[in-house]
Structure formats: structure tokens, C-alpha cells
């Protein structure tokens, strides 16, 4: 059997109380039953149904445990999707125990610092059992007019990292990582870091340790 858009899910018995041959109207009959059946117990339907939802989503793959991936049905692939790439990585670990998660992946297009939201959808412990997750990528949207580095070190303060720890991880000074902070809590209109963080892990408006650029600004180690 396979599905209306060609993917094959299995394989259809008929039995009968007759030897006779099916009809030619019968094989139609069946023909197209199997699709329709294929449809209905397609494994995938409840996963693109779930990664379609996310508001935007402009494409997604599936995740399997062995890191390939293939195409999530009714979405696109997108270049940071492929096989390999670090997002990937970043996504299998974001679902340590839950499942749902969303963060911010940088990515320059056309020499323009941007950012896409990634959603990470745990798939339910069913077949297929090789595949693991969805990940959907859409626009950024709205980031509170944070800088990429502010959602970095945001996504520090989300791990529950010091100051010494962010300043020690982009080669800055504490009193720098202090400035940044003081702009992050300004933002978000959150009187604390602790509700930062609760808040950029709830919108998924941080970026990930693992996507973080390597070095300073120019502007930053002169602070």
C-alpha cells in the first residue's frame, strides 16, 4: 500500500471464498481502498499533522536515532536540515526528556546576520520506531529586540550558567556579560534572571551553546 503522496506503508491481503479471479472493477475497487487505507494508518499522519501546526512552518524533516533524516510530509527542506549539520545535533539534545522545545538558529543568508525558529516534536513511542523527532523550521519572529549575542548569553543564563562561566565562554569581561544582562532584563521587562530564562525557554528565545559564533565582538572587548 501506499499513501496519497507515494510513500509505501505496507502491503494489503485479500482473501476470498472463491478461486475466481478479481474483476477488473473489483482490482479498482481495491486500488483505491488501499490508499485510502494507506492514509488512515500512516504512522506519520499525527507527526505532519503536529509539525504543520507550528505557526509559520516553512520546512521540517524527521529525525531518525541513527541521525539521517528524512522529508516530514507537507513541509519543505531547508538548507540547515541537511544531514550532518549542527542543528540536528542540537535538536536530539534539546529533547533530553521532554516533548516539545524551541530555540533560535543563527543563519546568514545573503550576507545578512538572521535568525529561524527551530520547534523540536518528540514522536510518540510507536512505529516507525526509527524515527525520533520532527524539526520544523519558520521565521524568527519577534525577538524583543535582543541582539544575537544578548540571546547567547541568554541561552547561558537558561543553562544556569555565573556570569564568570558566559565571560569565560565568549572571552569577554564579567563587567561586560553585566552590560549584556542589564540590556536582556531591560528587554523582557523581567525584574530577574531567573525569569528571563523561564521566559526565553518557554518562547524559545535563546540560541544554543553549540550555535554560538566563536569570538567577540570588536566592540565588546573594548568594554
Known sequence: MTTSDGRYIGIMA????????????ARHLLGSLSTTMADALDPLRSISAAGRLVRDAG???LLARDGRTQALPGLSDHAILARGSRLL????????????????????ADGEDRHL?????????????????????????????LTRRELEVLG????GCSNRRIASAFQLT?????????HILAKLDAPTRTLAAVYALRRGLYIPRSLHR???HRNERAR
Not at 485479500?14 to 472493477?25: C, I, K, M, Q, R
Not at 525558529?117 to 529586540?145: E, Y
Request: charged fraction near 20%; include cysteine.
Open 156 to 159: 547561558l543564563v537558561a543553562e
Open 59 to 61: 520546512a521540517g524533516v
Open 117 to 145: 525558529r527551530v520547534t523540536v516534536l518528540a514522536c510518540p513511542d510507536l512505529p516507525p520506531a526509527h524515527v525520533i523527532a520532527a524539526v520544523v523550521v519558520a521565521p524568527a519572529g519577534d525577538l524583543g529586540r
Open 214 to 216: 566563536a569570538a567577540p
Open 14 to 25: 485479500v482473501y476470498t471464498d472463491t478461486a475466481a479471479h478479481p474483476t477488473d472493477g
Open 89 to 108: 545535533d542540537v535538536a536530539r539534545r534539546q529533547l533530553d526528556g521532554m516533548a516539545h522545545a524551541a530555540f533560535l538558529c543563527p543563519y546568514d
Open 174 to 182: 564579567e563587567r561586560t556579560v553585566a552590560t549584556h544582562l542589564e
